[in-house]
């Protein structure tokens, strides 16, 4: 089986997902410090990968195939550096969009983040149709709040995850113990701000 590609960068290439990237995400999830402010540092269990979180990351939206998770691939190198997902809300309108990512540590700090979440978001303004994108993340994690930011999107609200939200988040990442009780914060940027903010408006 082939993947597929989605879209491509300067540096990056999303692509779909194979069973083969099975160890990658493996190894991603294994280092305490990308897992940090998701499980408190505990490693997803291999078990968890290759039951629950590959079989989702290889399955696409019928409607709108674009909608899923895709691996991030450094071009120069031909390296997994990790995952980047796209996709509407659950139960939500299909023109409201979630944008989020998970990298490796060699990616950090080197704008893969904004430039791969800065694609994502163009192709849901010119090409989908897509009226807002969000994205949520802890409020102490201010590394993804800085690429929020720098995508142009807006601090629109904090909230605290419901306790079947903590449930259901832990069980995907197959974390026990700590669970955070501090506020997510969420952030969102409109088309019409977007395609504005290009056109010098």
Request: overall charge neutral.
């Amino acid at each position: 089986m082939q993947s597929r590609v989605l879209l491509s960068t300067n540096r990056l290439r999303l692509r779909s997902f194979l069973a083969s990237d099975l160890g990658s995400l493996v190894d991603l999830d294994s280092d305490p410090e990308v897992m940090r402010w998701l499980t408190g540092g505990l490693a997803t269990s291999p078990e968890v990968i290759r039951s629950t979180v590959l079989p989702r990351f290889m399955t696409y939206d019928a409607v709108e195939p674009a909608f899923g998770y895709w691996a991030a691939v450094e071009k120069a190198t031909g390296s997994f550096i990790g995952w980047f997902g796209f996709h509407p809300l659950d139960a939500g309108p299909r023109d409201e969009v979630k944008i989020g990512y998970r990298l490796r540590r060699s990616a950090w700090g080197r704008g893969l983040a904004t430039e791969g979440a800065e694609a994502l978001v163009r192709m849901a303004f010119e090409e989908l149709g897509v009226r807002r994108v969000l994205a949520t993340t802890y409020e102490r994690n201010l590394a993804s709040r800085r690429v929020a930011e720098k995508l142009g999107m807006r601090l629109v609200r904090r909230f605290r995850l419901s306790a079947a939200d903590l449930a259901a988040s832990h069980t995907m990442d197959g974390a026990v113990g700590e669970v955070w009780d501090g506020e997510e914060v969420e952030y969102a940027l409109e088309a019409q701000v977007w395609f504005e903010a290009r056109s010098g408006a």
